[in-house]
């Protein structure tokens, strides 16, 4: 998805002119957005603090600003200056964080982001962005273009099949209908469960409905959804994300589900492990297994409600 | 301004300083105090009608309001809702509802970050004025400062001056107790690269030479370091670290406002 940001970053500052900050990242990805910036793409050095806040800053004199670097540096280590300089004021600054989830995998867990969108979601103003395919970036990036205000971009890998359909961009999608039971999920990590879902039906027959959600505060719930939520309570709701459960979509859901007072009698959450003691680390793929997020995990759940 | 309007101005100034305080029960007045003559000369004489002020130090929010109310920015009835509930005026700056507030400062190391923000965008607009931020010298123990100094020498930031209220107290000691290796300031300045000159705080003759320079160009970055006194003026306050916490009771301030040289 870096590279599908940098094609189309350099599509929106064609249309309409904006500062790009980088906390010294993006090599071999960047470069061509630096050569069409100019001037207004400004490495900032290894100094994330500053740069957020001084993104707030040229954001108050009226010029957008994007800041970029891996997510952990872009949303946890200038957490206040988000919260203080961007938030509280309300300013066009626009976060891309790079490698959401267990993304950066065996780089470890200082490169991990797996508490961000919950952290960044609990501040006033904020929206954040979670692409689910390569596709999304585009319409992604030009509506944070198009709203004025704070948001915030997790960037992870497309990891859909070739052979998927994928709907266009919407902050809720519908890529499968199913009886058997509901399954919401977060970012990329659809493409594991979209791989389960398609290994349960071969081998055990049964359907699922796969939404993808790649927005919060999470939208109101789809009325087909909802609708399936509230008249059968007894199907399975299931939401997998690869962030922690505290401030993930899973809570946000079923708070919105509470307010609708539907209560899905069989509902699991399928969400990051964090890091067990004594397991050691590795790959992303190595951490899904770990919390249970893979595509084999998910089947072996999916077969067994079938 | 000559130099007795802005001693009659900041007499005045620092009398509504002083009756806010009172009135709102609120601390933080040594470190008003030592920051006054600066910010308030800023604020009538030095700066334009394009130019921003920063406080970076937001705990000195009451010299920034008497400054703006000493210039008409503030009206006497905004003055006194200070702290109270549904006011803009906290103890520390809310910004963006008054022009002369742009931010909400009082966590150390964000103003400056913000400032040189502030001088980037305006450059890259082509737009002019000249930002002035005020920090203190215990939030220079802040990284972020630097990150910032950094920063904003790397980016030629010309149109940014730096001012530092350096009263040497800070939260809870001096700073060559709790940061003896950032002393002396000045030479951290010039070790970034910045053009500096050290001044007296409470020197109007000092401080109108100093602001009255005109602003950096060619990509000179300028910090004032304003050798100061935590509650400069009132004598029982006078280099003492726990006026940057006590609120007055009704006999220190009668001698407060005696010192100052109005009617108790």
Redesign the interface.
């Known amino acids: 998805m870096r590279n599908a940001l940098c094609d189309t970053l350099i599509s929106l500052y064609k249309q309409n002119r904006f500062l790009f900050m980088t906390g010294d990242l993006g090599f071999m990805a960047l470069e061509p957005l630096r050569a069409i910036m100019g001037g207004d793409f400004v490495n900032a050095g290894v100094a994330e603090q500053n740069m957020v806040s001084a993104a707030a800053g040229v954001a108050h004199t009226g010029l957008q600003t994007w800041v970029y670097s891996i997510a952990p540096f872009a949303y946890a280590r200038p957490f206040e200056q988000i919260r203080n300089d961007v938030c509280l004021h309300d300013l066009d600054v626009k976060i891309v964080g790079n490698g959401g989830g267990y993304a950066y995998g065996y780089m470890g867990a200082t490169h991990h982001a797996i508490e961000d969108y919950g952290v960044m979601a609990a501040l006033q103003n904020m929206i954040c962005h979670i692409p689910a395919f390569a596709g999304d970036v585009l319409p992604i990036a030009r509506r944070m273009q198009q709203t004025p205000g704070p948001a915030y971009l997790r960037l992870g890998r497309h990891e859909m099949p070739v052979e998927a359909v994928l709907p266009d961009y919407a902050p809720w999608r519908e890529l499968l209908s199913g009886e058997s039971g509901n399954i919401v999920v977060v970012g990329p990590v659809v493409g594991q469960v979209y791989q389960a879902v398609q290994s349960v039906m071969a081998k055990k027959g049964g359907s699922f409905g796969l939404w993808v959600l790649t927005e919060l505060p999470v939208p109101e719930i789809p009325q087909g959804l909802r609708e399936s939520i509230v008249q059968h309570p007894e199907k399975p709701l299931i939401i997998v994300e690869e962030h922690v459960a505290h401030g993930g979509v899973g809570m946000a859901i079923c708070h919105l589900l509470a307010k609708l007072g539907a209560s899905p009698r069989n509902f699991r959450h399928l969400h990051a492990a964090g890091y067990l003691k004594g397991s050691g680390y590795g790959t992303q793929q190595f951490h899904r297994k770990q919390s249970g997020i893979d595509a084999e995990s998910v089947e072996l759940l999916l077969g067994g409600l079938v | 301004m000559n130099h007795d309007t802005f001693l009659t101005t900041l007499r005045r100034t620092k009398l509504r300083l002083l009756k806010m305080h009172k009135q709102a029960n609120a601390g933080h007045i040594g470190g008003n105090l030592s920051a006054l003559d600066a910010v308030l000369l800023l604020h009538v004489e030095t700066m334009g009608p394009s130019d921003y002020f920063v406080l970076s130090k937001g705990h000195s929010a009451g010299a920034l309001y008497a400054s703006l109310w000493a210039t008409g920015k503030l009206s006497e009835e905004q003055l006194l809702t200070y702290t109270r509930d549904g006011s803009f005026l906290a103890a520390h700056p809310s910004?963006?509802w008054h022009p002369g507030i742009?931010?909400?400062?009082g966590?150390l190391?964000?103003g400056i970050?913000?400032?040189?923000?502030?001088?980037?965008?305006?450059k890259?607009?082509r737009?002019p004025g000249h930002v002035y931020c005020l920090m203190s010298d215990g939030e220079l123990q802040e990284?972020?400062c630097w990150?910032?100094f950094?920063?904003a020498k790397?980016?030629g930031l010309d149109n940014l001056t730096v001012l530092v209220d350096h009263n040497g107290l800070q939260g809870f000691g001096r700073v060559e107790e709790v940061a003896a290796p950032m002393l002396p300031l000045s030479q951290k300045f010039v070790a970034f690269g910045w053009e500096v000159t050290t001044v007296d705080g409470h020197s109007y003759a000092d401080l109108h030479a100093a602001l009255v320079t005109p602003a950096g160009e060619g990509g000179r970055t300028r910090a004032i370091i304003l050798k100061t006194v935590k509650g400069h003026g009132v004598s029982f306050m006078e280099d003492k670290m726990e006026w940057h916490y006590l609120p007055m009771n009704d006999e220190q301030y009668e001698q407060a406002v005696r010192e100052v040289g109005g009617a108790s």
């Open positions: 910004g963006g742009p931010f909400s400062t966590s190391g964000h970050s913000l400032a040189s923000g502030v001088a980037l965008g305006w890259l607009l737009k990284g972020s990150e910032a950094t920063f790397q980016h």
